[in-house]
């Protein structure tokens, strides 16, 4: 829904049906753009929890035996009812946080750099990016992750998630609970990648997830602000690689990884969800 939302008042701009610096406009669209009430109760939300965290996905155990690192399970399963438990219509599945959580301990065990950098587009509600960070505090590795949203880290919102019934919240308030994680790993950073991304200097991208906007171009102009500040080894991960729903990603994961030497691995978890796992060569 967030994706649908910002894809929504991005098309408005680029066709000039909503004026860029009409602050009215975007005020509407950056305090409420969940609605302007909860979507539902929070027993709904942890009916939906429920059913969502007993699915089994043999796939992304079998890639966590093969890394060598699983999240917690306990602390995960908590996150993610805060986080990723939503109403919408397609399915719920939040299990790229134990992909980014294992691939990322395995690179930090693999390669121990000084300090690692990760940037992060599609910041949403933080869930990504404490998953992120708590792999790297497990690890006890130095470094920050950047994450990127068109969405405000300290407007008051409603957020289509169990904690909407307390009233709106920033989202600095909705994870209050991470505060001690967040501080010492995680910067956010508000605005449209495509204006925001150029003006951060980051000499190495150790490990990019990129899952901003949903089109080819979008992906494509992620993937070259950071192609040259990543080495052999460096991962990038890419999120809705799914051909029936997102075919612009996929044609860009496959032209990113072909043209610029990448090792493509696809996981697919669902019909409506799979992730790639690229690393370059």
């Not at 699915?55 to 079998?62: L, R």
């Not at 051909?243 to 691995?265: S, W």
Request: glycine fraction near 6%; hydrophobic fraction near 40%; include cysteine.
């Amino acid at each position: 829904m967030i994706k649908k939302a910002i894809q929504r008042v991005t098309e408005l701009v680029a066709n000039r049906l909503v004026d860029p610096l009409d602050k009215l406009a975007y005020d509407r669209f950056y305090r409420f753009p969940f609605g302007n009430a909860p979507l539902a109760n929070a027993d709904t939300y942890k009916e939906l929890w429920a059913e969502a965290k007993n699915k089994s996905y043999p796939g992304i155990d079998a890639y966590e035996k093969e890394m060598g690192y699983a999240i917690d399970q306990d602390w995960f399963q908590q996150l993610a009812l805060q986080t990723q438990v939503v109403i919408k219509q397609s399915d719920l599945c939040y299990q790229h946080g134990r992909l980014l959580y294992s691939r990322l301990a395995h690179y930090v065990a693999h390669h121990r750099p000084k300090t690692i950098t990760i940037l992060e587009t599609g910041t949403a509600r933080g869930f990504s990016a404490l998953c992120m960070a708590r792999a790297l505090r497990d690890s006890g590795q130095p470094g920050k992750i950047i994450t990127f949203d068109v969405l405000p880290h300290q407007v008051k919102m409603f957020w289509n998630c169990i904690a909407d019934a307390q009233g709106p919240q920033t989202r600095a308030e909705l994870l209050k609970d991470y505060d001690e994680l967040i501080e010492e790993y995680v910067i956010f950073h508000q605005g449209d990648t495509r204006l925001e991304l150029k003006k951060v200097d980051l000499p190495r991208v150790h490990l990019a997830f990129l899952d901003g906007m949903h089109t080819y171009k979008y992906v494509m102009y992620e993937y070259g602000l950071i192609k040259d500040r990543q080495k052999a080894g460096d991962i990038i991960f890419f999120d809705d690689y799914t051909p029936q729903f997102f075919p612009g990603v996929v044609r860009a994961v496959d032209e990113i990884c072909d043209r610029y030497g990448y090792e493509k691995r696809m996981i697919a978890v669902s019909e409506q969800r799979g992730y790639v796992i690229a690393h370059k060569k």
